[in-house]
C-alpha cells in the first residue's frame, strides 16, 4: 500500500480528496490534519509515502511547515495559490491541484505518482522549499523549531546571522536559534535593502548597526545595538558603506 496523509484546514477539500482517492485502492489515508503543526506530528508518526499538502493555513504555511520535517515526503499541493510557485511545482513537487479540484486534474496527478515517488522525494522537496523561499510571501518571516517547541520569527527581529558548521545561527529579540539553511541562501532571499553580508560568516540587520571603527589598517568592526561587535572584511565594509550612504 502507498501511504498517504491530507494536510488541510478546510474539511470539505480533505473529504473531496478522500473521495477521490476511493477509486484508488492502492492508497491509504494514515492521518488527517488541520494544520501545519498537526501534519508535523503525523509525517513523523506514520513517515508516508506523500502527502497532500494545503499552502496557505493558520498558524503556518505549507511550505513553513515542510522546512520543519527532517525527512520531508513527495507532495501533491491542493491549494487555490496559484501566483509564483507554479513553476517551482512543475520541476519539484509530484503535482498541484488547484481548488476546486477537478476529478480528471486529480487522476492525471495520481498517474503521474508512481514516477515521482521512485525518485528521490526528499531531495525534489528541499529543492521545492529553496526555490519558494525567493517569493516575497515566504521571506518576511522564519520558522524555527527549539527543543521540539515551533517559533514564527519576524525578519525585522533578527539581530544578526553567523555561519555556524550547517547550521545559519539566528540572534534574534527572542533569543538564538538554528536554521538548517546556508548563508548564500539566506543573503539572496533576505532584503538586501535590510540585511548586509559584511563577512564570509556574518549577514547584519542594517537598523541593528549603531557604530563602525576601524581594528588595524584595512580591517574594521561593527557594533550593534545588542552591544556585540562583528568583523568587517574589505568587500563587506563597501557594501556596508554603501548601504548606510556613507
Given at each position: 500500500m502507498i501511504r498517504t496523509i491530507l494536510i488541510d484546514d478546510e474539511p470539505l477539500a480533505r473529504d473531496i480528496v478522500k473521495?477521490?482517492?476511493?477509486?484508488?485502492?492502492?492508497?491509504?489515508?494514515?492521518?488527517?490534519?488541520?494544520?501545519?503543526?498537526?501534519?508535523?506530528?503525523a509525517?513523523?508518526?506514520?513517515?508516508?509515502?506523500?502527502?497532500?499538502?494545503?499552502?496557505?493555513?493558520p498558524k503556518i504555511n505549507g511550505f513553513e511547515m515542510l522546512e520543519l520535517v527532517e525527512k520531508p515526503?513527495?507532495?501533491?499541493?491542493?491549494?487555490?495559490?496559484?501566483?509564483?510557485?507554479?513553476?517551482?511545482?512543475?520541476?519539484?513537487?509530484?503535482?498541484?491541484?488547484?481548488?476546486?479540484?477537478?476529478?480528471?486534474?486529480?487522476d492525471l496527478a495520481m498517474q503521474k505518482l508512481?514516477?515521482?515517488?521512485s525518485?528521490?522525494?526528499?531531495?525534489?522537496?528541499?529543492?521545492?522549499l529553496d526555490s519558494a523561499a525567493l517569493s516575497p510571501t515566504q521571506n518576511n518571516r522564519v520558522v524555527v523549531k527549539k527543543n521540539g517547541v515551533i517559533k514564527i520569527i519576524a525578519v525585522s527581529d533578527i539581530h544578526y546571522l553567523e555561519a555556524d558548521d550547517d547550521y545559519v545561527k539566528m540572534s534574534t529579540v527572542e533569543g538564538i536559534?538554528?536554521?538548517?539553511?546556508?548563508?548564500?541562501?539566506?543573503?539572496?532571499?533576505?532584503?538586501?535593502?535590510?540585511?548586509?553580508?559584511?563577512?564570509?560568516?556574518?549577514?547584519?540587520?542594517?537598523a541593528q548597526v549603531t557604530k563602525i571603527e576601524l581594528k588595524e589598517k584595512d580591517s574594521y568592526i561593527v557594533l550593534l545595538?545588542?552591544?556585540?561587535?562583528?568583523?568587517?572584511?574589505?568587500?563587506?565594509?563597501?557594501?556596508?558603506?554603501?548601504?548606510?550612504?556613507?
Open positions: 473521495h477521490y482517492l476511493s477509486d484508488f485502492p492502492n492508497i491509504e489515508v494514515v492521518a488527517e490534519c488541520n494544520d501545519g503543526f498537526e501534519g508535523i506530528k509525517i513523523t508518526q506514520h513517515q508516508p509515502d506523500f502527502i497532500f499538502l494545503d499552502i496557505q493555513m515526503p513527495a507532495v501533491i499541493f491542493t491549494t487555490a495559490f496559484d501566483e509564483y510557485a507554479i513553476k517551482a511545482f512543475e520541476v519539484n513537487a509530484v503535482d498541484y491541484l488547484l481548488k476546486p479540484i477537478e476529478k480528471s486534474r486529480f508512481p514516477s515521482r515517488l525518485n528521490n522525494g526528499d531531495e525534489s522537496t528541499r529543492e521545492l536559534f538554528h536554521k538548517n539553511k546556508t548563508m548564500s541562501f539566506f543573503e539572496q532571499t533576505l532584503d538586501s535593502e535590510q540585511f548586509i553580508r559584511i563577512h564570509r560568516s556574518y549577514i547584519i540587520n542594517l545595538k545588542s552591544d556585540i561587535w562583528l568583523p568587517v572584511s574589505k568587500t563587506g565594509y563597501v557594501k556596508l558603506k554603501a548601504a548606510l550612504g556613507l
